[in-house]
């Protein structure tokens, strides 16, 4: 009784000529390639606008042997690490110097080093191996360091070494960009597998109610509403495709976040709940979660079936026009 009544609300039998579950399943394994894309290039763009913000201003200067004198701090008895310290003073105006003690010292190494630095033997907050001095700087925006801070530091104590993410941060600005263009270029391509299986799918359909639709157009019927017909049911499975598929791909995404919310969140943040837990908890991916992202995943499913109507119009009117 229902497919009687099915039939009787579609005249061309659209239901039959393009069954639901061939570009319904192609539509949803098309959207879950796209939301992954989509996240993909969110990323490659977070990770540009991260390196290129405040990231790239960061210097980190590595002072060997800082207790000893000063090459040109003896009169004043300056160890190297104060010397050098006070040499910073020439850096642009709003430059911060930070030197870290040795307690974040050893928090810093003890992924990599683990208590080997105390052995448990040395008292806390005291390495049993040499350590040099370490100095943050954080450079106010659109600022560089000194060409030649790093001469300059040398002649104070030899052996000085300057990290400047900024050198980092073009080559990583470059990366970044590359594979924001290379998941345009999917995008694209997603889009082309998607056009490619509505015209498909829609020459099928035409094909097999050739007969009815040629009846039809012969008594009156105008390529508008033919080719409505067709484009209203491409759109509604197409619609129904992509949002099973976006859907699908927020499973893999968010185990994804789960483990990048730590690296991307706020410090504080990402701390506290790590601690407690050794992961993020939802609360704190979803505010992880870039808006353009969430913007992004809820606009596929009207894209899918917005691309499928265009296509579906185009190919069903330039049909209508080579009948005789």
Do not use: K
């Amino acid at each position: 009784m229902s497919r009687r009544s099915t039939r009787r609300r579609d005249g061309l039998s659209l239901a039959e000529a393009m069954p639901d579950r061939g570009l319904f399943a192609l539509v949803a394994m098309v959207g879950f390639l796209a939301a992954l894309t989509l996240a993909g290039a969110c990323g490659a763009r977070a990770l540009s606008a991260r390196w290129a913000g405040g990231a790239a201003q960061l210097v980190i200067i590595q002072v060997p042997q800082p207790d000893q004198p000063a090459r040109q701090g003896q009169s004043t008895g300056q160890n190297r690490a104060d010397a050098v310290q006070a040499a910073l003073v020439s850096l642009p105006a709003g430059s911060t110097v930070h030197r870290l003690s040795t307690q974040e010292l050893d928090t810093l190494l003890q992924p990599w080093l683990g208590s080997g630095l105390n052995n448990g033997q040395a008292p806390a907050g005291s390495a049993a191996m040499p350590l040099p001095a370490v100095l943050r700087v954080d450079l106010p925006d659109g600022t560089v360091p000194p060409a030649t801070l790093e001469q300059d530091l040398s002649a104070l104590a030899p052996g000085v070494i300057v990290e400047r993410n900024s050198l980092w941060s073009t080559r990583l600005h470059a990366l970044a960009n590359s594979l924001l263009a290379c998941a345009g270029l999917a995008l694209l391509s997603v889009c082309g597998v998607a056009t490619l299986i509505t015209g498909l799918t829609t020459r099928a359909g035409l094909a097999s109610r050739r007969d009815t639709i040629t009846t039809l157009h012969g008594l009156g019927a105008s390529d508008g509403y033919i080719a409505g017909r067709f484009a209203r049911r491409t759109a509604s499975l197409a619609f129904g495709g992509g949002l099973s598929g976006t859907v699908l791909a927020c499973l893999p995404l968010f185990a994804l976040l789960q483990i990048t919310a730590p690296f991307t969140a706020d410090a504080d943040m990402a701390q506290a709940t790590a601690s407690q837990t050794g992961l993020m908890d939802e609360a704190s991916i979803l505010n992880a979660v870039p808006s353009d992202l969430l913007i992004g995943l809820g606009c596929l499913p009207v894209a899918a079936a917005l691309i499928c109507w265009l296509t579906t119009q185009l190919i069903v009117r330039l049909w209508l026009r080579r009948l005789p």
